[in-house]
């Protein structure tokens, strides 16, 4: 079992940063890919970044390229998404996940979810 909490969200305007965290509980963190996921309103939940058990494998979606960079510690059992040059097309309830592979993570089937943290870009 694996239970997800983030945190980090708020209010940032455009061009800022923010860096959101994924605090896990339980003992085999280390072994599952984890991945950010967002839903804007009216839209649906959409892949953003995953990133493999031991950190060495990453993928991005191709609109956040550049500006996000997920990482993990798994010592501290947390995997983080640290989000440049803020747009206003970010703006939506981000969740991380956890999944066997960043494959699986990708379709959005993995058991384990976050409540998500409300991400805001202003103009």
């Known amino acids: 079992q694996v239970q997800l909490v983030e945190s980090g969200g708020g209010l940032v305007q455009a061009g800022g940063s923010l860096r959101l965290s994924c605090a896990a509980s339980?003992?085999?963190?280390?072994?599952?890919?984890m991945g950010w996921f967002r839903q804007a309103p009216g839209k649906e939940r959409e892949f953003v970044a995953a990133?493999?058990?031991?950190?060495?494998?990453?993928r991005y979606a191709d609109s956040v390229k550049g500006r996000f960079t997920i990482s993990r510690d798994n010592a501290e059992n947390s995997v983080n998404l640290q989000m440049n040059s803020l747009r206003l097309e970010d703006t939506a309830v981000y969740y991380c996940?956890?999944?066997?592979?960043?494959?699986?993570?990708?379709?959005?089937?993995?058991?384990?979810w976050g409540q998500g943290t409300q991400v805001t870009v202003s103009s």
């Open positions: 339980g003992r085999t963190f280390s072994s599952y890919a």
């Open positions: 996940a956890a999944g066997p592979t960043i494959a699986v993570l990708t379709t959005q089937t993995s058991r384990y």
């Open positions: 990133i493999s058990w031991s950190g060495a494998g990453l």
